[in-house]
């Protein structure tokens, strides 16, 4: 284990994946999201297959005993990556960034109902914690319904973003079924080719010839978007997940930069401090689930018979 590394590796990969996103919204107002979801899974592909290939991994990357689960996962990391891609056309990125911090928080609503996780107060409360600081982000573009397009525009946008952020809290539910069962480099893989197969679907709701420049930039958010599911991939392998997943965190202030010296956009009080909230609420769970984890191991240790 090497924990600077694995840190160094997470940061990376959170760069990576907000220049990413940066690329999509600089096409939004052109490229449907249907359209650039497809270049960021398909143009992923030959990056993790060269990854898998050179890390002699590339049998595990295409064996699996799960098929319909790698399905629905990628069905609804789908959902989520296409709800969050429209949002860019509609709201500022560190905005959309915010929103998006409610997917972790969702997961454990959702990991309770269909996993039959146990929650406990603890828990319970940062939920109630982070759900409090995405109603105060998405709060003030539900009071802009003034009657104006820009506002309804706003509000549609928000909602979007926020439907994105269930569909990957239920992605996250079938990572935990899949992880029982499939190795890590299959769920990668299986999941840009499923996107990239799903996200044909939306061909007959208005796909457009891309100019030259934003081909160029489509094709570069899906190459980015291999590399930063390799660092993220390699983070983990690196350190412990309980140390390196707080560092998701650090996409606000990478969003934060990019949004205000690329896209002019100034971030608002109501979303750095529903921001604050969510962040606080996404490390306390995820500290408590380090907790719980060190004692479930705690007392398998105890249950192993000595000697």
Same mark, same amino acid.
């Given at each position: 284990?090497?924990?600077? !590394?694995?840190?160094?590796?997470?940061?990376?990969?959170?760069?990576?994946?907000?220049?990413?996103?940066?690329?999509?919204?600089?096409?939004?107002?052109?490229?449907?999201?249907? *359209?650039?979801?497809?270049?960021?899974?398909?143009?992923?592909?030959?990056?993790?297959?060269?990854?898998?290939?050179?890390?002699?991994?590339?049998?595990?990357? &295409?064996?699996?005993?799960?098929?319909? #689960?790698?399905?629905?996962?990628? &069905?609804?990391?789908?959902? =989520?990556?296409?709800?969050?891609?429209?949002?860019?056309?509609?709201?500022?990125?560190?905005?959309?960034?915010?929103?998006?911090?409610?997917?972790?928080?969702?997961?454990?609503?959702?990991?309770?109902?269909?996993?039959?996780?146990?929650?406990?107060?603890? !828990?319970?409360?940062?939920?109630?914690?982070?759900?409090?600081?995405?109603?105060?982000?998405?709060?003030?573009?539900?009071?802009?319904?003034?009657?104006?397009?820009?506002?309804?525009?706003?509000?549609?946008?928000?909602?979007?973003?926020? +439907?994105?952020?269930?569909?990957? =809290?239920?992605?996250?539910?079938?990572?935990?079924?899949?992880?029982?069962?499939? *190795?890590?480099?299959?769920?990668?893989?299986?999941?840009?080719?499923?996107?990239?197969?799903?996200?044909?679907?939306?061909?007959?709701?208005?796909?457009?010839?891309?100019?030259? #420049?934003?081909?160029?930039?489509?094709?570069?958010?899906?190459?980015?978007? +291999? &590399?930063?599911?390799?660092?993220?991939?390699?983070?983990? !392998?690196?350190?412990?997940?309980?140390?390196?997943?707080?560092?998701?965190?650090?996409?606000?202030?990478?969003?934060?930069?990019?949004?205000?010296?690329?896209?002019?956009?100034?971030?608002?009080?109501?979303?750095?401090?529903?921001?604050?909230?969510?962040?606080?609420? #996404?490390?306390?769970?995820?500290?408590?689930?380090?907790?719980?984890?060190?004692?479930?191991?705690?007392?398998?240790?105890?249950?192993?018979?000595?000697?």
């Amino acid at each position: 284990m090497r924990p600077l !590394r694995g840190i160094a590796l997470k940061l990376a990969s959170v760069m990576v994946f907000i220049v990413m996103a940066s690329m999509i919204k600089a096409t939004s107002a052109h490229v449907p999201a249907g *359209q650039a979801v497809f270049f960021r899974s398909f143009f992923a592909i030959p990056v993790i297959f060269a990854w898998l290939a050179w890390r002699r991994e590339l049998p595990v990357g &295409l064996k699996t005993t799960n098929p319909f #689960g790698h399905f629905w996962r990628g &069905l609804m990391g789908t959902m =989520a990556m296409g709800l969050g891609f429209a949002g860019l056309g509609y709201l500022p990125l560190p905005e959309v960034t915010a929103i998006g911090y409610a997917a972790p928080i969702l997961t454990v609503i959702f990991a309770a109902m269909f996993l039959g996780e146990e929650v406990r107060i603890f !828990r319970i409360s940062a939920v109630v914690m982070g759900l409090v600081g995405v109603l105060i982000v998405v709060y003030p573009r539900l009071t802009v319904l003034s009657g104006d397009a820009a506002g309804y525009l706003e509000a549609f946008g928000a909602m979007v973003v926020l +439907g994105g952020a269930v569909f990957a =809290a239920l992605a996250q539910v079938f990572v935990r079924r899949l992880v029982n069962t499939e *190795q890590t480099a299959a769920i990668v893989f299986y999941f840009s080719l499923t996107a990239s197969a799903l996200s044909l679907v939306t061909i007959p709701f208005g796909w457009v010839w891309p100019t030259a #420049g934003e081909a160029a930039i489509l094709v570069g958010a899906g190459l980015l978007g +291999g &590399l930063g599911q390799i660092l993220l991939t390699s983070s983990y !392998r690196e350190a412990d997940a309980s140390l390196v997943a707080p560092f998701d965190y650090a996409s606000m202030i990478f969003a934060l930069g990019i949004g205000y010296f690329v896209f002019a956009e100034v971030p608002t009080l109501p979303m750095l401090g529903g921001a604050a909230l969510i962040v606080t609420a #996404g490390i306390l769970i995820i500290w408590r689930e380090r907790k719980l984890g060190l004692e479930r191991a705690r007392q398998r240790k105890a249950m192993t018979p000595q000697g």
